[in-house]
């Protein structure tokens, strides 16, 4: 539990003052479309320098030969978190999420659930739950919108559900190297 508190505290600060360099932009732009980089450009700056975080380690492993190298994983890499840009997080509700999930498990995904197409409604003690639970939703959609290939879509929708570590597709072998590097930046 010590080094999960560790890392949690890594994480946040980490949130508090993390913001991509403009060479790392200049990089991306050359990966994304013009569509995909405004999408990018929506998310806060802590969300951003996180998922760059993903990306380079997932380009990383794919240049290493450890994983598949596939452009859409990149690209999925980079928008995974662009739903939480409809109804972005306030440092404190980041907090509550976090510990939320750390002590209540079941319950923080079931405040979170429910059908929330239209996140501007959202109000109250429960919304940090439900950008977090409903944000994949909200981003897939919004990457479709932008015409992103239905591969990436698939994998910002399903980047945060339960994935076996048997891989049956390259989807799901896609899906779970997202995952894993995700949760651990």
Not at 14 to 20: E, N, T
Not at 58 to 68: F, N, P, Q, W
Not at 71 to 82: E, K, M, W, Y
């Amino acid at each position: 539990m010590t080094l999960g508190i560790l890392y949690r505290v890594h994480q946040f600060r980490h949130a508090v003052s993390a913001k991509p360099a403009s060479e790392e932009l200049d990089e991306i732009r050359a990966i994304l479309t013009p569509e995909q980089m405004a999408l990018f450009g929506l998310m806060q700056a802590s969300e951003q320098a996180h998922s760059l975080r993903v990306y380079k380690q997932l380009r990383y492993l794919g240049e290493a030969g450890l994983i598949v190298q596939h452009p859409d994983l990149l690209v999925a890499a980079l928008l995974h978190d662009v739903g939480k840009s409809r109804q972005p997080l306030r440092l404190f509700e980041r907090v509550i999420v976090v510990l939320g999930k750390a002590l209540f498990p079941n319950r923080s995904r079931n405040w979170g659930n429910g059908i929330f197409d239209e996140p501007s409604s959202l109000r109250g003690w429960r919304r940090a739950f439900v950008v977090a639970e409903q944000h994949p939703m909200w981003g897939a959609k919004m990457a479709a919108e932008a015409g992103t290939s239905p591969l990436v879509v698939s994998l910002i929708r399903r980047h945060q559900d339960y994935s076996p570590f048997k891989s049956l597709t390259l989807e799901d072998s896609l899906l779970k190297n997202l995952q894993v590097v995700d949760e651990n930046n």
